[in-house]
């Protein structure tokens, strides 16, 4: 269907018609502020190896890989600003015509552009924790310790971890709120997601399966593609430009 008129059209229809609209968004969001997404054409996974990176497993294995891989990386995110896929969301939100966002993402752009709602399932970079005794940590000191020492050591010996989700750990317990919320929804908007990563790809059948009507916006197909109400292949920016002009929203 594309980004033609008539499919914004449908959406913005979608969206005026809904009581309980919600967001599920990934990478692909980001890309418009400078942070790279991970299975898109340029994504991070098609010349790195997820479990030695982003793995618990890799974690323990190899710390100094890990944090030579990520730091760098997170500390863009920290400075990154939003686009206006985050801002349409915020928008939409400030209006009443979304109740939140679910979010894949860890780098807290939807909360920089002002959503309020924000289920981070994937955690966040805004802190960090001891692996051994559970002690919290600023990123500002694992940033600090990683450049002195290569690593991120507790004074007891544990290794601090981001806190974010890495393959082979639970999800946050923003999950069972994701699962609670899309019970109820009448409108599951999904954007810059390939919906391949499980358990959160599950959350578009299970949104349809109670009854909501499916908005996906993506660069590349999806395997849910088929279930959508409204298919918007194409830039997001482009995307999200033309469904504020339509539902007549500001982005700040």
């Keep these: 269907m594309g980004l033609d008129p008539g499919a914004i059209r449908t959406a913005a229809r979608l969206f005026r018609e809904a009581q309980a609209a919600w967001a599920l968004t990934g990478a692909g969001v980001s890309t418009g502020s400078g942070i790279p997404d991970f299975r898109g054409p340029q994504g991070l996974w098609r010349t790195h190896d997820p479990e030695e990176v982003s793995s618990i497993t890799g974690f323990h294995h190899n710390p100094q890989a890990f944090y030579a891989f990520w730091l760098w990386r997170f500390q863009r995110m920290r400075e990154a600003q939003p686009n206006p896929v985050h801002k349409l969301l915020a928008a939409l939100e400030a209006r009443g015509l979304l109740r939140g966002v679910i979010t894949q993402n860890i780098d807290g752009l939807h909360q920089k552009a002002g959503s309020r709602?924000?289920?981070?399932?994937?955690?966040?970079?805004?802190s960090a924790t001891c692996v051994s005794c559970g002690k919290p940590y600023s990123m500002e000191w694992l940033a600090g310790e990683v450049e002195r020492t290569g690593v991120a050591r507790c004074p007891c010996g544990g290794l601090v971890k981001p806190d974010v989700v890495l393959f082979g750990e639970p999800l946050t317990p923003a999950f069972a709120e994701?699962?609670?919320?899309?019970?109820?929804?009448?409108?599951?908007?999904?954007?810059?997601?390939?919906?391949?990563?499980?358990?959160?790809?599950g959350l578009v059948p299970y949104a349809v399966s109670h009854?909501?009507?499916?908005?996906?916006?993506n660069a590349e197909p999806t395997p849910y593609d088929h279930h959508s109400d409204v298919l918007l292949h194409g830039d997001l920016v482009t995307m999200s430009e033309l469904l504020a002009r339509a539902l007549e929203v500001e982005l700040a």
């Excluded at 709602?117 to 805004?126: D, I, Q, S, Y």
């Design 117 to 126: 709602w924000v289920l981070e399932v994937h955690g966040h970079v805004r």
């Design 178 to 201: 994701a699962q609670r919320a899309l019970s109820e929804a009448d409108l599951l908007f999904v954007l810059g997601t390939s919906l391949t990563v499980w358990p959160v790809a």
């Design 211 to 217: 009854g909501a009507r499916l908005i996906i916006a």
